[in-house]
Structure formats: C-alpha cells, structure tokens
C-alpha cells in the first residue's frame, strides 16, 4: 500500500479505489496481549487536491485474538471501522508529511488498529470473584467503619 505520488496523481481520475489484504502477523511482540491477527482487509479510495494534498478514506476489518485479562485463555475481537488519513506536501501544514515521494500506509493502518485494540478483554465463559464477598467475615477498620453506610 505504497504510492508514488505520480501514480496518485495519474490514478486520481480513473482508478482511486483499493480493496487489499495485508498481513501483519509478523508484527505482533511477543509476551503482549496480542496473541494473533488475521489478515487485515483495506478497503478505500483516495483524492487528490491541489495537487498537493492527498486524502485516503480507509475501511479496516480485521480479527484480533487477545488474552484474557483473568484466564489468559485466548478471545477474538472482531475489529471493523473507518479511518480518514491526510498526506500534504507543504511542511507547514498540520497533516502527515509525504515521505520524499511516496505515501507508504501500511503503519498508518497499523497504528490506527492498535489504536482501536481494547486495552483488555474478558472472556465470557471467565469467572470473577468479588473480593467483597471474601472479606465480609474479617473486622473493619473503625476508622471506615462510617463508610459502611454508603456501600450499595
């Protein structure tokens, strides 16, 4: 998913769709909570204007499998969303800054599904122990001792 900007500019008019499958399994650190990705589905079109500015409108669906925050036990997060990235050749401008000549997606699609990867999931078949429950048998601090009046 990388452009020249001569391509863009010659495409714009003709073919500014894209539907690719990227992977990016090899990118996943390991010891993180990310267990696995499936292939990532990119779909989108661009537009040029002014010749200098380039927007790209991004759909991504793709899969996540994640450890469990209690069991550890692996959990599929399906992830589906939309993404509007802005290249500008000006280095002036608040947009990302094209790179020598070419527009290179594949980290803003990255960086964008880490940004939408909860920061932890629960599987539904994990059990969660109250640890309420457990303490209701051991003394109160007399010093929280009032607080037992706001407890729901």
Request: a negative charge; one cysteine or more.
């Amino acid at each position: 998913m990388k452009w020249t900007l001569s391509e863009l500019k010659k495409k714009q008019y003709q073919e500014n769709s894209f539907d690719e499958t990227l992977d990016y399994s090899e990118l996943i650190e390991p010891g993180s909570d990310l267990l696995k990705i499936t292939p990532v589905r990119v779909q989108g079109t661009f537009e040029v204007e002014d010749h200098q500015y380039y927007h790209f409108y991004l759909k991504i669906q793709t899969t996540l499998t994640m450890a469990c925050a209690i069991t550890l036990e692996p959990v599929e997060v399906p992830l589906d969303f939309e993404v509007t990235e802005t290249f500008s050749e000006d280095e002036n401008d608040e947009y990302r800054q094209v790179d020598g000549i070419t527009v290179d997606l594949l980290p803003i699609i990255w960086s964008n599904i880490y940004l939408e990867k909860p920061l932890r999931v629960v599987s539904p078949n994990a059990k969660y122990e109250n640890p309420e429950k457990e303490s209701s048998g051991k003394k109160i601090n007399p010093a929280f001792k009032d607080l037992e009046k706001y407890k729901r």
